[in-house]
């Protein structure tokens, strides 16, 4: 009995250990990013209970231990510690020849030599020898597989000395928990420095000493919906403990502090350093501010000198951020403390800047000077600290494009480039707005950050080195989750390390693609959520025909396999594959999702799949005319739309003579738009629209309560050729921190036949 107990034990293990090597994703190598120099050999080296690890000079003891407690967590092996290299032995070497943060790894049959000239470089070493063992290396919880490392030689080191990654906790707040999650997912992919956004107009996270009203009033706020968000900020604590955990990974994290715009969140408590004098309330809604520092005012270099001291002794960081974008001038034109200070300065508008401009430039000059002569630090800041001439040793964050980078590093500073026009705004969709969630607007993909080029191609040898680096950003406005967060993140994160790691001639799409599934396995094993293509092509929320059948044409981003079911079930990893054309008979409820490598689904698309006859037209003539009622107050849904009292009623000729512009967040309430509209052929008619409802021939084919945005809700019906009845209800308030009347009020339509949309 005990033999045959031991047998099953025997062969389960053995069968567990073959299912996880031939896992298509543990196929062949591979690393990301893409190493400098990699030869692959022929064999493998086996780590087993017997292998032990050899520190040359003894000074890789944390390194080394590194490796050991990860081999041992998922119960692979105990290694002990041997004085000398023998055969089966790991080997940790010092090499002065490395570059900074470079290292070596040589692996034969008998041992894996590891070398480097820093503890950085070692740290990069034992990523990579993780990277190539079987992704289920990354399983917090035992499993067993054989540890088989392949013959190999891999000499490498990045391309850029800066990789980074910013997370904006001011929209939404991250805890110290939910940040060391992505910390230890950055060192995986050898980013480099973590860049918190810690004050905005929406929320001031760090508590400050001296200052502990900053927390108090603006570490909590009122949101667009009448609810409380937080207290939420980092204690000192939390930072160190942040801090300390960042740098046992390689992770410098720099700290910005918004300064002289971005900046309610200090002028709640301190509303006299502002040109109008408050006072201020949180802001509910995203977007710029007017209100902002008072640069006329000396106490506001006073407040910020005490703040940035504190935040510098927390942060070892040689960096510190101190924000600069953004800027509304407006009341600096008027405030006469601001004037007084231009009229000291003998500030006159040049040809290039206004005065405004000149005073932040004076503004972001003396708090570099603080940062570099008093804090010893190096001072980073968004590109508008071009603006008005920069300071000397300023670093520039290009952020727009890589057209102020490109200038900034002619000029001979360092830039950054975080170039919002390539895709580095990790806030965009990462698909088609009408599948994915809600976001910045534009879309940002996988490949986009991929393949993007840090050196711009006009800068001349001499001035291509002040590229320093790549920085990819996720502002939080539209991630109030961390779930949401990750899948923002990931896997785009994965390819900026690429881009700031590898050089251009060892970057491969298609190869990356292939080395991104083992990755995203490793992610799935550390409960890191990502992005999977969604299925688009299709983009309404039903597919409506008229004849016997209809086909379906979905596509999706990185062209992976779909898979999709009818019969009203979720699809699984084993339900049928899409065709390229899918043709339907009758009616039906069509999921679909795509199919990651390791088998994971992507979020369910469900399309309503219709057949209907087309809707008889009106008799009669269309007046073109639209009727539109008006009433006040907050309407929140159906419910709240259906007990209107409307106080005025008036017609207009069309949409634009009562649109967005004659609306105001702050005074919420409804207009419905009722009336008919002509059209000119007979069939299947798609409409788009940012209205809460969309009412089409008596049916209503949208109802989008929770928000509004570029026309996010595609929806088709069949109407005969001639006139058809349409009401429009638009809810004027902030959702999700967004006002609706920021966006058109209209309804568009394509025609059976295609073509452009046709506003109504
Ligand atoms: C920024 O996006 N305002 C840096
Ligand atoms: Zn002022």
């Known amino acids: 009995m005990k033999k045959y107990v031991i047998y099953c034990l025997l062969f389960s293990f053995v069968s567990c250990q073959m299912q996880i090597e031939e896992k298509e994703y543990n196929r062949g190598i591979h690393i990301i990013p893409q190493p400098l120099q990699l030869e692959v050999g022929v064999g493998t080296f086996d780590i087993n209970a017997s292998t032990t690890i050899v520190l040359e000079d003894n000074i890789w003891e944390d390194e080394a231990g590194w490796l050991k407690d990860k081999l041992e967590c998922v119960g692979c092996c105990k290694l002990s510690f041997a004085d000398r290299p023998a055969e089966n032995s790991i080997l940790f070497k010092t090499n002065e020849n490395l570059e900074k943060e470079g290292y070596e790894i040589v692996v034969d049959e008998k041992r894996v030599s590891l070398s480097a000239a820093t503890e950085a470089g070692m740290f990069y070493a034992i990523q990579t020898l993780l990277q190539l063992l079987p992704a289920e290396i990354e399983s917090p919880v035992p499993v067993p597989f054989g540890l088989s490392v392949p013959v190999v030689r ?93 740098s046992r990974h390689h992770i410098e994290v720099i700290p910005e502090i918004e300064f002289p715009g971005h900046s309610l969140s200090a002028l ?24 902002v520092f008072c640069v006329g005012n000396d106490s506001v270099f006073v407040l910020m000198e005490n703040i940035l001291k504190e935040v510098a002794e927390l942060f070892p960081s040689r960096y510190l951020h101190i924000g600069g974008d953004e800027c509304v001038k407006r009341y600096w034109k008027t405030c006469p403390r601001c004037q007084a200070l231009a009229k000291r ?27 570099s002569d008093t804090l010893g630090k190096r001072m980073l800041g968004w590109e508008e600290i071009l603006e008005g001439g920069l300071p000397e040793d300023a670093t520039v964050m290009s952020w727009k494009g890589t057209e102020s980078g490109a200038k900034a590093a002619a000029m001979g500073h360092d830039v950054i480039m975080a170039s919002m026009a390539d895709g580095l705004y990790l806030c965009a969709a990462q698909g088609a707005d009408e599948v994915e969630p809600a976001a910045m607007g534009g879309q940002s993909y996988l490949k986009d950050v991929y393949e993007f080029e840090p050196v711009s191609e006009g800068l001349s040898d001499e001035h ?10 996720l502002w939080s406005e539209w991630t109030s989750s961390v779930d949401l967060l990750e899948y923002m993140l990931y896997p785009r994160a994965v390819a900026l390390a690429e881009t700031a790691w590898s050089l251009p001639e060892n970057k491969d799409w298609v190869d990356f693609q292939r080395r991104l599934e083992n990755m995203q396995a490793r992610l799935d094993l550390r409960g890191v959520n990502y992005h999977i293509p969604m299925p688009e092509g299709e983009l309404t929320t039903n597919k409506v025909f008229t004849a016997d059948s209809v086909v379906l044409e979905f596509t999706n981003s990185r062209s992976l ?21 899918l043709v339907l008979q009758s009616s039906c409820v069509l999921k679909v999702c795509t199919k990651a490598g390791s088998g994971k689904l992507s979020p369910v698309r469900l399309v309503n799949v219709e057949k209907q006859t087309a809707v008889p037209a009106l008799q009669g003539g269309c007046s073109g005319q639209i009727h539109l009622k008006l009433a006040s107050g907050l309407f929140k849904n159906e419910e709240d739309y259906a007990k209107a009292r409307f106080e005025k009623d008036t017609v207009i000729r069309s949409f634009s003579c009562y649109n967005r512009d004659k609306f105001d967040f702050k005074t919420p309430g409804l207009a419905v738009y009722t009336g008919e509209f002509q059209v000119p052929e007979t069939g299947v008619y798609t409409f788009r629209s940012n209205a809460d409802e969309l009412w089409i021939a008596g049916s209503r084919l949208i109802y989008n309560p929770t928000s509004s945005r570029f026309y996010e809700k595609k929806t088709q019906i069949a109407l005969e050729k001639g006139i058809h009845p349409f009401k429009l209800v638009f809810s004027n308030r902030l959702k999700e921190g967004f006002a609706s009347c920021w966006y058109p009020i209209d309804f568009q339509y394509l025609l059976p036949s295609g073509g452009e949309w046709v506003k109504k």
């Open 154 to 246: 891999i000499v490498d080191h990045p391309r850029f000395r800066y990789r980074g990654l910013m997370i904006d906790v001011c929209r939404h707040f991250f805890s110290v928990e939910e940040l060391k999650k992505q910390i230890s997912v950055m060192a995986m992919l050898k980013l480099n420095y973590l860049h918190l956004h810690l004050t905005d107009n929406q929320g001031w996270r760090i508590a400050i000493d001296k200052y502990p009203q900053l927390v108090e009033c603006s570490a909590i706020q009122e949101t667009y919906n009448g609810e409380m968000y937080g207290p939420y900020y980092y204690t000192k604590e939390d930072i160190k403990e942040l801090v300390e955990y960042a």
């Open 561 to 581: 396999p779909m898979v999709y079911t009818v019969d009203g079930t979720d699809p699984d990893a084993d339900s049928p594959c899409l065709p390229e054309r």
């Open 268 to 291: 709640i408590p301190f509303p006299e350093l502002s040109c109008m004098g408050g006072p201020f309330k949180s802001e509910q809604v995203f977007g710029v501010e007017e209100n």
């Open 464 to 473: 291509k080195h002040y590229v320093v680096g790549a920085q990819a950003c």
């Open 345 to 371: 300065l003998g500030l006159k508008p040049t040809g290039e800047h206004s005065v405004e401009e000149q005073l932040q430039s004076y503004a972001i000059k003396r708090m570099e000077r603080f940062v």
